[in-house]
């Protein structure tokens, strides 16, 4: 299964990810993981896009072309994968396409996770992740002030730089924007499948798994 994971910041694209990585055993390829890692490590490809990323900008093109495609090539992916951030722009889109064609293969399915702009950005705001595991927590605006530690390992939770109040907006409407010609592109390819993002999340995991299963050969 070849899959792209589309949504907006903030959109549930995490949860759902871990819950398709479980069902399919293939592996994900998440672009925005492989920024902030490449950071982390303070390499030249983290040090170009720190300032980038950190004015909620989208990182360039054939960066992100010449990441995927570099994953691409791995075995692992010959079973299917998740693409989880890329690609973001029509250009990227395309290369995609290139890309996959190079060795035989093509998209299955597009999901896109659809959730309203001011809904998008009432979770960011509110969102803290844990240093010691990663795990990301979504709070009540009052809850922020009494914030608690991670309830799996007692690791400190803070804020990723990206989901600052004042970025926030920002990276939502640089989202929207530059997705929605993506958005046309996989309709007219009949890829595209339109999920509720604000439905609770065993129901979005459903309406996902039902899109799904219709794409799966018939002996499986
Ligand atoms: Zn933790």
Request: aromatic fraction near 6%.
């Amino acid at each position: 299964m070849n899959l792209v994971l589309l949504g907006a910041p903030g959109a549930g694209k995490g949860t759902q990810r871990a819950f398709l990585v479980q069902r399919y055993g293939i592996p994900v390829i998440a672009t925005g993981d492989t920024l902030r890692d490449e950071r982390k490590a303070d390499t030249p490809l983290g040090r170009q896009v720190a300032p980038i990323m950190d004015r909620g900008d989208l990182v360039p093109d054939d960066l992100l072309v010449q990441i995927v495609n570099k994953r691409l090539q791995q075995p692992d992916t010959q079973r299917g994968f998740i693409l989880d951030g890329f690609p973001r722009t029509l250009a990227q889109a395309q290369a995609l396409d290139r890309i996959l064609a190079e060795t035989g293969r093509a998209l299955d399915a597009v999901i896109y996770l659809r959730v309203s702009r001011q809904v998008l950005i009432d979770r960011l705001a509110h969102r803290y992740v844990c240093r010691t595991c990663g795990s990301v927590y979504t709070f009540k605006p009052e809850e922020v002030r009494n914030l608690p530690r991670c309830p799996k390992d007692g690791g400190e939770l803070y804020q990723r730089p990206d989901d600052r109040p004042e970025v926030v907006a920002r990276r939502i409407d640089v989202f929207l924007q530059q997705t929605a010609p993506l958005i046309d592109y996989y309709s007219n390819q009949r890829k595209l499948e339109n999920i509720d993002g604000q439905l609770p999340v065993e129901q979005v995991r459903e309406a996902i798994l039902r899109k799904l299963k219709t794409l799966e050969p018939a002996n499986t």
